[in-house]
């Protein structure tokens, strides 16, 4: 029997630059991914409604000042330390090294991918270490992940470039994914999935939309040929100040969905 699978909101984007919204997403995208309008079946036939497989603890309580780092740490080891395989809804995108703080040291030589069209491996940017454009620096040099794969990339600066080379990343950018790559990974893998992977054509509800990133079908079935075991995902950066008829959030739900049988494979 599979470790079932549970869902965690992080509230939070006091992190975020530019645009703050992240915040409101988890019980948006909740509620999509309950809508009658759809089921509970992935596309490969598991039904997730189903006793023991998905979970949902809630939201955890975050604050916006001192201590939100802290806070999503402790609730994401108390989701582990339950037995879950963690599936989190953000939030922006700094909550992904809070998460890794506690689950990357469970697990050896972890990789972790990272669907973006952004790096995130600035230093510090606008004056701070632990904005949502850093988390993947922190992750790296605290060694929570033994490698860092990034897919849909699409606007590294030099600075970042520089990171990715300090760091060893390993970046399939729009120019070179092609559809049906097979990446040379092995588990466990930890998926990070910032939606503005996604151009904005598919996923308008995002704080940095950039255009010319992947398509909805083309993300889907990346995830699906990932290697497992796959041992824990978010899914951040809906920002439904800007969503339209509520897309974006649909899209979220969908790539929850499929995080969630990866999960219980």
């Not at 970046?171 to 092995?186: A, I, Q, S």
Request: one cysteine or more.
């Amino acid at each position: 029997m599979p470790h079932p699978v549970s869902l965690l909101g992080l509230p939070y984007d006091a992190s975020s630059s530019f645009q703050r919204g992240a915040a409101l997403a988890p019980p948006l995208i909740r509620q999509a991914l309950t809508s009658s309008a759809g089921n509970q079946w992935t596309e490969a036939l598991t039904d997730l409604g189903a006793p023991g497989r998905l979970d949902d603890a809630g939201d955890a309580s975050i604050p916006d000042g001192p201590g939100a780092r802290e806070k999503i740490e402790t609730a994401a080891e108390q989701l582990l330390d339950r037995g879950f395989r963690p599936l989190f809804l953000g939030g922006d995108h700094s909550v992904t090294y809070p998460i890794l703080r506690a689950l990357g040291p469970r697990y050896a030589r972890l990789t972790l991918v990272q669907f973006d069209a952004h790096p995130d491996l600035y230093d510090v940017f606008e004056g701070d270490r632990y904005s949502h454009a850093c988390p993947f620096a922190r992750i790296m040099e605290e060694g929570l992940a033994t490698r860092l794969v990034q897919i849909g990339i699409r606007t590294m600066s030099g600075h970042q470039q520089e990171q990715a080379v300090h760091f060893g990343v390993e970046v399939y950018d729009m120019r070179r994914w092609r559809d049906g790559m097979r990446l040379p990974l092995e588990g466990p893998i930890y998926v990070s999935f910032d939606l503005d992977a996604l151009d904005p054509a598919f996923a308008p509800g995002l704080s940095h939309p950039e255009p010319g990133g992947l398509s909805v079908r083309q993300a889907l079935d990346a995830i699906q040929r990932l290697p497992g075991p796959i041992v824990g995902a978010d899914v951040v950066e809906y920002n439904p100040h800007n969503d339209v008829g509520g897309l974006t959030a649909r899209v979220a739900a969908k790539l929850v969905k499929e995080l969630a049988e990866r999960l219980l494979e």
